[in-house]
């Protein structure tokens, strides 16, 4: 896996959990250009690598921002960060990888839940530079616990922005952003924060009359597994009994070589005990690292990185976490 060496250049306060980390090339020189949308890997051990969204302008080449909310009920990945990472310190990371793209459209509309800002503010950058016309909401907490909110207010993205406090009573869940009530065919809507508040926003957009295609979404952790019976649920756990997986066959098509995958394993771990070399990073369907084409059988999607029209294709499958609806999947490694 390709990677490059940067420096932490400054660390500053985004809010009162969060820090803002500017990462520069270790070698003085540029860095790879990215789009509005795009993550990056840090390495942060031998065994910990971690996705974080780009937050600064695309049209900046020196730099690389990227802002991490302290979750001590987390993986690991930003207690390691706000706690080990200073100044000077010489880290590895991917070059940007994007799979939260913006889309043409005439309006954009950004709906942004706590830390979920990162990416919508490299989004807001990227349309303001080219006069596009757009809204930001950015729901939180509170002004104390908003993350890049001094940032916000004092640009000229301000202008755009709308913030949200729950401590004031201003929250999602008391009514969707004006923007949002009546459909516009023209507008595209991208949607970013925890898992609820994304649940919550999509499910309320939809029944407002928005289509599929028009609402985008990005997760920092992965969704809740498919589940059978039990009613609708409120998004936030309701009881209903979570799909068993079963057990079934992987075939690489460069050898023919056939490798069984039982249920509690996945195709990354099975191949990678075999010694069939796979890229792998973030382990949970959410980074796009281990995308792996089908040649044949039909994948068992369980990932937040492709599309609808992606997931229909059948053509592609995260090896980490997706599995297989057919007794066998053929894979073009």
Known sequence: MQTLDVIVHTISLASGTSLSYEL?????????????????DV???PSLVRQYSLCNSPREKGRYLICVRRDDTGRGGSRTLHRDLTVGRRLRISPPRNHFPLVAAEHHVLVAGGIGITPLLSMAEALAARGASFVLHHYTSSAAEAP???????????ERTVVHHSDQGDTVRAGLPAELLVPEPDTAVYVCGPEGFMTHVVAKATAAGWQPGQLHTERFAPAAPPSTGGGEGDGE???????????FTVRIASTGTAYPVPADRTIAEVLTAHGVEV???CEQG????????????????????QTPDERAA??????CCSRARTPELLLDL
Not at 148 to 158: D, I, K, N, P, T
Not at 314 to 319: A, L
């Open 148 to 158: 890049l909110l001094e940032r916000l207010q004092s640009s000229a993205l301000g």
């Open 237 to 247: 756990g309701d009881g209903a009994k979570a799909e068993v997986a079963t057990a």
């Open 314 to 319: 059948g053509d592609r499958i995260t090896i």
């Open 43 to 45: 390495h942060l051990g």
């Open 24 to 40: 520069r090339a270790a070698d003085g020189g540029t860095l790879p250009s990215f789009e509005a949308g795009a993550h990056i």
């Open 279 to 281: 890229e792998l990073s």
């Open 286 to 305: 959410i980074c796009g690292a281990c995308l792996t084409p089908v040649l044949a059988g039909e994948p068992d999607h369980r990932d937040e990185v």
